[in-house]
């Protein structure tokens, strides 16, 4: 598809279980954009990669999470150990060459909900 | 840090009435603006953006801003409102140095539209 997607769409586990979340961006964005929705906080940056490297990790929230992403296209979020504080929506963005300016598009997210 | 405050976290407007939902943004460097829209169910979408060419912006579906440094503002309106408005809009905000490219967003306006 032309769109970012994210799978999967919904992910209910329990709470100590590790989860991995994905994210396919636009074919020949470069850079790649973690952001967290919850009714709590709203939406938070999580982790930006401009190809495969990440050059801000400022808003992992714990070192419970980790990001990678392999090629300059697929991304994983990874969150191990999961708390109950960690339900949220998890959006992931990409945009074309990682510029303060250039819009960020979003895929549809994945609803995390930790039991 | 740079920020931006929405004020109303609802708003209910007749349809054909004006939209206006207001953002302010706090920021010691000449910030970049944006306005997104999410749909129930789907990530966000870019309705406009400010990088600083022109004050007056226009965006999708017949939605405008215009930035106000002396007010620190970048208000979203549209003339006459329409059923398929009803969403929730979010402000956010990049800072125009450095080199962090995440939007920080604001906590966002719930539009209602009432027939």
């Known amino acids: 598809g032309a769109g970012v997607s994210q799978s999967p769409s919904n992910k209910v586990t329990e709470k100590g279980k590790d989860v991995e979340l994905r994210c396919d961006p636009i074919?020949?964005?470069?850079?790649l954009y973690w952001y967290r929705q919850s009714l709590g906080q709203g939406l938070e940056f999580l982790i930006y990669?401009?190809?495969?490297?990440?050059?801000?990790k400022s808003g992992l929230p714990s070192d419970r999470f980790s990001a990678e992403r392999t090629g300059g296209s697929v991304s994983t979020l990874t969150i191990q150990r999961t708390q109950q504080e960690d339900s949220a929506v998890y959006l992931c963005a990409s945009s074309l060459l990682g510029g303060i300016t250039d819009t960020q598009y979003f895929g549809p997210g994945t609803r995390l909900t930790v039991l | 840090a740079q920020s931006v405050t929405q004020l109303g976290s609802h708003v209910s407007v007749s349809e054909g009435a004006l939209v206006l939902l207001r953002c302010n943004y706090s920021s010691s460097v000449p910030p970049y603006l944006f306005w997104y829209v999410q749909y129930p169910n789907q990530g966000l979408q870019l309705l406009l953006k400010?990088?600083?060419?022109?004050?007056l912006v226009k965006g999708i579906n017949g939605f405008e801003a215009e930035f106000k440094k002396s007010e620190t503002s970048f208000h979203l309106t549209k003339p006459s409102a329409h059923m398929s408005d009803a969403a929730e809009y979010f402000c956010a905000v990049v800072i125009s140095s450095g080199s962090a490219r995440q939007l920080t967003f604001g906590s966002g306006t719930q539009l209602t539209v009432l027939p």
């Open positions: 074919s020949g964005h470069t850079a």
């Open positions: 400010y990088t600083s060419a022109a004050t």
């Open positions: 990669f401009q190809g495969n490297s990440a050059p801000d």
